[in-house]
């Protein structure tokens, strides 16, 4: 089993000679298999929260661990997915996907080959794998973007928006994917969106982020939804939800001292 968890984070950024802040005393557990869903109304601290998560921001006040241990950015065991792929134009396929194994440790050539094949297989790509990524589709690329990040074969899963610009069938392939990870092989999955229907779909458990207090102020849990009315119900309190939180001001910021 594994825990990934962040106790009491407060997060502000400075602008100007003002004092925003994002977050304050936030707090989460994620557990092996598990999908956890983070959602809310923009500008409300969701990717402020997973580049926190991921070791690539630190926190004013509070921590991040993974299974009690400090995450820093390039921990093995997590990795990271964004809106825009962020690949390497001037390599291939394969070696973008190899680039998601740099400064793994105990991971030599014969072993990255392996992991390489075994992530492009598991996104689909297996045999696009010698093709230049500027000739790519969005869809193609943001797989190639999800292979260099299972490539760490990484146990826990950190999704920014990540399918948020692909058509609904790659989209819908690339969610049955994140799941069946989840449940075969006990990833554990945090995915920031803004589309109730794929966290509701997706997520065991649904966060709601408020602007107003920088932390979670419900928790949803679709799997209760057994009939379609009880799911169809949650979809429109959840979009009440965040139409409630976006017609209120966000927390005032603050002079610099
Ligand atoms: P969300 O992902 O929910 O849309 P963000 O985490 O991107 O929200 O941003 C939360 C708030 O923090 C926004 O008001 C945004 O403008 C501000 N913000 C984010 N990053 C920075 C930064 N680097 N410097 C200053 N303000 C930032």
Redesign the pocket.
């Known amino acids: 089993m594994g825990l990934l968890k962040a106790e009491a984070l407060c997060k502000s950024?400075?602008?100007g000679r003002r004092r925003?802040p994002?977050l304050r005393n936030l707090h989460l557990e994620v557990r092996s298999g598990e999908v956890v869903c983070i959602i809310?109304?923009?500008?409300?601290?969701?990717?402020?929260?997973l580049r926190l998560l991921a070791g690539l921001d630190r926190p004013d006040e509070g921590w991040v661990t993974l299974n009690g241990r400090p995450v820093q950015s390039g921990t093995p065991e997590l990795a990271v997915m964004f809106q825009n792929p962020l690949l390497l134009p001037w390599l291939n396929v394969r070696d973008n996907v190899k680039f998601g194994l740099r400064f793994l440790p105990g991971c030599n050539a014969a072993i990255a080959q392996e992991r390489v094949a075994m992530a492009l297989r598991q996104v689909g790509l297996l045999a696009l794998a010698d093709r230049p990524v500027t000739v790519l589709s969005g869809g193609e690329a943001q797989r190639v973007a999800l292979a260099r990040a299972l490539v760490r074969q990484p146990r826990f899963l950190l999704l920014?928006e990540p399918f948020s610009n692909l058509d609904v069938p790659t989209r819908q392939e690339l969610n049955q994917l994140i799941r069946r990870l989840a449940l075969t092989e006990g990833v554990g999955v945090v995915l920031?969106t803004h589309d109730l229907e794929e966290a509701l779909h997706l997520g065991d458990r649904l966060l709601l982020?408020s602007?107003q207090t920088g932390n979670f102020i419900r928790e949803y849990h679709p799997r209760d939804c057994v009939h379609s009315l009880a799911r169809h119900r949650l979809q429109e309190e959840l979009t009440a939800a965040l139409w409630a939180l976006r017609a209120r001001e966000?927390m005032s910021s603050s002079q610099n001292p």
């Open positions: 950024y400075i602008s925003i994002v809310g109304p923009s500008g409300a601290g969701k990717s402020t929260l920014d920031v982020l602007p966000p």
